[in-house]
């Protein structure tokens, strides 16, 4: 349904205006709330009492509970609760986000009143409406929704609380615990929706990766070399790799323990990486199977640093080009590809020469187009294992190299090694 039709269905179910209705739901809409949730808002808002199912509560385990199930009733543990605003009409609103667990399966929910959800409370849950998010079900709590708090807890086999080690969390996580140790940490000031504000963004570590981060709302406690412990952190994508969330309703306290980070990257397969929609630290090892165009010896806008075809920039237009160097290189290990981007220090590395050399090559040659295939010569075919960041977007899957090298392990003793893994 488009937000017409929808406008359309609350404006005869409730009897009010449909202008004043799609003005509503456009403005919930602008700020990212999903449309199920903006409809169900607006019934509440123009005095529905239904939260949208309809029909009397059945009571199901958590297990049961389907996309096409209507209003229903459970029974079951609070394994996480995260706080959040969203803006509605000019104020904030502050909704709780989570799982509930009983022994049958776990769901996710969405409070839009204060309920004190508690993550270890054992709670029935008495008229929770459903609505798919991702082809899944999810709990709505709402105005009709009636919670009580049980006395006997019940036993379920999930964890409570949410804890988690950077390398498992995935974009759209929310709720999360994490103790990780600040790498990186700098201060910056953005434009945000109300007007310039100033945030902390920088790198968390732990034992198993490590992630950027961004602190909307700067705590002290967030310093370079300080572990901390986070809690109710979110995930999100940001640049195509996914990014933790510490906002106003996190904790964040001290660690008296410093918490170890790993000095290797995860090693993936490279479609299982693809896969997850972008990883920020990963060791990736494949064939290089070419060198793509614009690669070698390259023109860059001042202004903005874009490469330039011809010295016109896509934005600038005609510019006076300042040279650099990069590769693109396509990686390939069977299971998928990705394009390894190596900045100019690791281009020099492989090229073995800096600027001047290409420069003179180029003049020699009078063809820049020779620095590409000198690359290509001592690359292309051989095997390459690949650290740095990588980002899955509508530009493709690329790997921002950090290291590049070469594999000279014998592959007899790498088959082995991986048969070692794979058996029991
Ligand atoms: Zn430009």
Known sequence: MDLDTHAEDLASDLGVDK???????QNLVEYS???????QSLRRKYGDGSTGGGGAPTTKSIGD????????????VILTAGKRSIRYQGSENVITEGEIADETGVVDYTAWEEFGLTPGDTLTIGNASIREWDDEPQ????????ISKREESLEVPYEIGGEADLASLRTGDRARTLEVQVLECERRTING??????IKSGVLGDASGRLPFTNWDPVPEIEEGASIRIENASVREYRGVPEVNISEFSTVTPLETPIEVGEDAPEMEIGDAVSTGGVYDVSLTGNLIA???GSGLIQRCPECGRVIQKGNCRVHGSVDGVDDLRVKAILDDGTGTVTAILDDELTEAVYGGGLEEAREQAREAMDQEVVAD????????????VRGHLSVDEYGANLDAVTFEECTDDPVDRAHAFLTEVSP
């Open 374 to 385: 000198t690359i290509r010569e001592k690359i292309v075919g051989r095997e390459y294992r």
């Open 19 to 25: 202008e004043e209705v799609t003005t509503d739901l």
């Open 193 to 198: 929706r109300d007007g310039e504000t100033e």
């Open 65 to 76: 509970i389907t996309i096409d199930s209507s209003n229903v009733s459970v029974t079951g």
């Open 291 to 293: 060198v793509r165009d």
């Open 139 to 146: 709990l709505n709590l709402g105005e009709s929704t009636s």
């Open 33 to 39: 709330v999903p449309i199920d949730e903006a409809v």
